[in-house]
DNA sequence: TACAACAATGCAACTTTGTTGCAAAATATT
DNA sequence: AATATTTTGCAACAAAGTTGCATTGTTGTA
């Protein structure tokens, strides 16, 4: 597992360092998508709130995560697929937002429909939020 | 112009004041969407900054205007459409954001399509978000 | 129209969130 | 193992958002 983590990080030529192993496991294990205050919870106190910052640029920028617009301002990454490329991401799927337990999950199995625009307008990313109740809070 | 303004207030229950009214005033002349932010600047030191706030927070209350979900932490506000009612938001169109110029559109034309979740998960309200290039910065 | 009841505003103080520059430490390269 | 490069932590700051409370403004009623 954690030969993986460095494998992802070399792939995407950035140097192996603590922090950025640490976060990037904090995606791999969660499974779900973090907002920079779940990681600065989650790595408690091991790391600079900068570095946080910092990394999670790096990671989007290099497109091993990809951003998740909210209406809470807090804006949530999640792991990208391998078809990430730094620059373009090809994160097509539907994210959904849990309103009781705030859990934001990668609807992989459910695409982003493609969506005819008025004239002049050109698309270069699409997001496709959901929000309602998850399947663990419902009964 | 100014009849309607108070009369929209009046239609949801909310008394009649001057940092209303404005706020209510700029989304109407402006006809696309605003941060906190931009109504600050708009109404120029006019009010105090938790006014603002307090006002937007009261208008999505009442669904006077609702939320645009964003990836750069400030998230936008537009008018509803009448259907909307205090609690229940039906704002099932597409929202654009150019990357250029900033400017927020309703796209009322394109509505958001339908989309099967999997199993247990409910959907209380979905946003379509996509941002590009809009039609006057296109050249 | 004036008055009482209520709601909204402004102010101050504070918390949280995000940013920048720079020296120290860690990582990569040879 | 030594040097060049990158990353980190610290400090200081800027911006964004929140809360309590006294003052002001609004509404409904007499």
């Known amino acids: 597992m954690h030969v993986k983590i460095t494998d992802i990080l070399r792939k995407h030529q950035l140097s192996i360092t603590e922090s950025r192993k640490k ?27 900068v570095t946080i910052y910092r990394t999670l640029q790096t990671f989007v920028e290099k497109g091993i995560i990809h951003t998740i617009p909210t209406s809470d301002n807090s804006v949530r990454y999640a792991l ?13 799927h539907v994210h959904f937002i849990c ?23 050109k698309a270069a990313q699409t997001d496709l939020v959901i929000s309602g109740t998850c399947n663990k809070c419902e009964q």
Chains 1, 2 share one sequence.
Do not use: M
């Open 99 to 121: 309103d009781d337990c705030g859990t934001t999950y990668c609807i992989d199995e459910v695409s982003v429909p493609k969506v005819k625009l008025p004239k002049g307008f």
């Open 80 to 92: 990208c697929k391998d078809e990430c490329a730094a620059g373009h991401h090809h994160d097509d």
């Open 23 to 49: 976060i990037l496991s904090l995606f791999w294990e969660t499974g779900n998508a973090l907002a920079h205050g779940d990681i600065e919870q989650k790595s408690s106190d091991e790391f600079d709130r």
